[in-house]
Structure formats: structure tokens, C-alpha cells
């Protein structure tokens, strides 16, 4: 399994790009899983429903499933982070690449998005796990990013040069 991850602040297209790519991917037969890091309180099952209800009582873990989806939440009391290497290990071993949007610090190779238009500041320059920055902006880039620079606008482009240099996506916990 490859693992990549996208950072950048929000607003700057992160989950543009990642949708882009995934469309891209499987489009050419590529089994793609994404890891989104949430916010605190967030709920992807709707209150009254039957596996929110069991949740709602007490249940550790609820896995809903039907003939074309498996979604397993699991309550984490107390609250914790859960390492990226525990998330990672949940995945299908099957899949071909493994797509983590939110992670900004973790320590896995990494896409930065970023366009000059949100006034934020370039992170690649802090991080040696950034290998490319994915701009709309190339100009206003500091001169030597130390690191790729792809055009945010072209998803196939990005998928290719993905594709270019999997063997540095490569995972091992």
C-alpha cells in the first residue's frame, strides 16, 4: 500500500483536489482509500436511525453494513488520539494507495496545497515530509521550495506524478 498525505489550510482545496484524484485513480482501476481527520465532535450517522440509537446507548463499536457499504464507528472513552499507524492498519491490506487528508504533522510523505489568494503561509518550508506543493500559485512560491511543484488545476497531472514516484509512497509501519 502507498500512503500520501495533503495538508494546507482550509480553504485551499484540499478535499477539491483529493475528490479529483480519486476520480482519476479509479477511473484506471486503482483501489484508493482516503483517512480524513475530523474535528471533535462530528457524526456520520443521523440522530433516531438504528445504529446512531445503539451508539447513543452505550455500544462500543457499531458496524452497519449492507451489500455495498461497511461503516464501523467505534466510541473512544476516554477521549485519545489513535496513532496514524493504528488508522493505517484498519485499512483493506488490498488497497493500492491510501489518501490522508489532515494529518499536518504526521510524519508520512505529503502533498501541500496551497494558493497565495487565503494570505496563509507556506508550510513546505517547516517540513521535510512535504515532497510537493500543489499550487494555483507558482509565482508568488518562495525560489527554491525544495520540494516538486504541481499545478493544482491539472488532477491528472498530479495523479501522473504520483503515479512517477510511488516507490517514495511506499508504507511501512
Known amino acids: 500500500m502507498r500512503v500520501v498525505g495533503f495538508s494546507g ?16 485513480f479509479t477511473a484506471a482501476g486503482v483501489r484508493v482509500s482516503v483517512l480524513k481527520h475530523a ?25 452497519a453494513a449492507s451489500d455495498t457499504l461497511i461503516a464501523l464507528q467505534r466510541r473512544l ?13 484498519m485499512f483493506d491490506p488490498a488497497v493500492d494507495w491510501v489518501f490522508v487528508e489532515g494529518y499536518k504533522s ?3 510523505p505529503k502533498i501541500e496545497v496551497w ?7 507556506l ?3 517547516g517540513d521535510a515530509h512535504v515532497v510537493a506543493v500543489a499550487t494555483d500559485s ?32 511506499e508504507y511501512r509501519p
Do not use: M
Open 123 to 125: 508550510g513546505c518550508i
Open 9 to 24: 489550510y482550509s480553504g485551499s482545496g484540499k478535499t477539491t483536489l483529493v475528490e479529483s484524484l480519486l476520480r482519476h
Open 39 to 63: 474535528h471533535h465532535r462530528f457524526e456520520i450517522d443521523t440522530p433516531g436511525k438504528d445504529t446512531w440509537r445503539h451508539r447513543e446507548a452505550g455500544a462500543y463499536e457499531v458496524l
Open 106 to 108: 504526521a510524519p508520512l
Open 77 to 89: 472513552r476516554p477521549p485519545q488520539d489513535v496513532g496514524l499507524d493504528t488508522l493505517l492498519a
Open 138 to 169: 507558482p509565482q508568488a512560491l518562495p525560489a527554491a521550495v525544495g520540494c516538486a511543484v504541481l499545478d493544482i488545476n491539472s488532477p491528472a497531472a498530479v495523479a501522473g506524478w504520483l503515479s512517477d514516484n510511488r516507490s517514495r509512497f
Open 115 to 121: 494558493r497565495a489568494s487565503t494570505g496563509k503561509p
